[in-house]
């Protein structure tokens, strides 16, 4: 593989998507990540455990299967700019959004027992968030385009505000691992999710500094990373069993979350 | 809660898992049936009918979770 190709890709179709190279890879590391998380979470008995895994192994699931679209071309379009530049638009991108990452948040506001309100305004401004991106994305001209995005991205702080004020107050209330899982993954989604909209800035949606395979490679390891990264990290923890039974630190401890 | 050996595992009820299986195949035909569907219903309704469909999934996912237990008698 070239320098050049590296950079771009490596079109495995044949059908002119160097992308093809990145969207395969992310199919494949998702679908492990899924698998992964099915096996792990098989048998599990503790009640509190059984809506994590759910809500986990949902989440890489469907990214599989939406990277598994964009591979083959589904959900994709062109939008033609006023310039008369075309641009291909991955958007079955955002519908992986629109359901994954609502759940992402849902995995982090049950570890924060938070109330049903606060989860549901949680999950609609984040459904705002991906709505006006896609919006942004779709739009012909620069002004329409930049501020769809500005848009997403205020309803973005306003997702992290929640999380860092609202939930974190809640997770301040429970246990040590409660506290400790939460908080690392609240770092973990702060920052990966900050570099979503400079990506899309910077990308061929905003001001093409950078070019689709390099933008489609950056948001597959953004993508993994936040998805199967964010799950790797919280089933793991003895945080998602229920509180009031959860045994005392021990090596056995972390195997009956696993198990 | 958590489970010991001595105890029965907490009822899953079963409205909640068909519920969370149908939600699974909506969110698979927003990815794959509604795109397809492109050339013949044109990019608009195929825009809102993909985010519609995920965003139904969605929820559902979201109530059937935390509503994925029977409730203790």
């Known amino acids: 593989m070239d320098p050049i ?33 099915i096996a792990r979470g098989w048998g599990v008995t503790d009640k509190e455990a059984r809506e994590y895994y759910a809500i986990t192994i949902l989440v890489p699931g469907i990214a599989s299967a939406a990277y598994l679209a964009m591979f083959f071309g589904i959900g994709v379009t062109e939008v033609e ?22 759940l992402l948040l849902l995995d982090l506001a049950l570890l924060a027992k938070v109330d049903r309100v606060t989860i549901g305004t949680l999950i609609g401004v984040d459904a705002l968030m991906i709505v006006t991106g896609l919006i ?11 501020s769809w995005w500005l848009f997403s991205t205020i309803a973005f ?15 301040a209330e429970r246990s040590e691992d409660v506290q400790s899982t939460f908080n690392t993954l609240t770092a973990l989604v702060a920052v990966l999710w900050t570099a979503y909209p400079i990506l899309w800035i910077v990308g ?12 489609t490679l950056a948001f597959m390891v953004l993508d993994v990373t936040a998805k199967v990264g964010f799950g790797f990290v919280l089933l793991r923890s003895r945080a998602i069993l229920g509180e009031t039974e959860a045994p005392e630190p021990s090596a056995g401890a972390d195997a009956q979350a696993a198990d | 809660m958590a489970h010991t050996d001595t105890e029965q595992p907490p009822a899953l009820r079963t409205r909640s898992v068909v519920g969370l299986a149908v939600c699974l195949v909506t969110a698979l035909a ?14 608009g309704p195929t825009f809102w009918g993909m985010a519609a469909m995920e965003l139904l999934a969605m929820v559902g996912v979201a109530y059937f979770v935390l509503n994925l237990h029977e409730e203790p008698t």
Do not use: C, K, N
């Open chain 1, 5 to 37: 190709a590296l950079q771009a890709g490596y079109d495995l179709l044949g059908d002119g998507r160097p992308e093809t190279l990145w969207l395969g890879i992310g199919t494949i590391l998702m679908l492990i990540g899924t698998f992964y998380f």
């Open chain 1, 81 to 102: 700019l006023v310039s008369g530049e075309v641009l291909d638009i991955y958007y079955a991108r955002y519908a992986d959004w629109l359901f994954t990452t609502p």
């Open chain 1, 136 to 146: 942004g994305a779709l739009s012909h001209t620069p002004l329409a385009r930049y």
């Open chain 1, 157 to 171: 702080l306003f997702v992290l505000y929640y999380l860092l004020t609202s939930l974190r107050s809640a997770a």
């Open chain 1, 204 to 215: 061929t949606e905003g001001a093409g500094v950078v070019g689709l395979g390099v933008e």
């Open chain 2, 30 to 43: 927003g990815i794959f049936v509604i795109p397809t569907l492109e050339g013949r219903a044109g990019f």
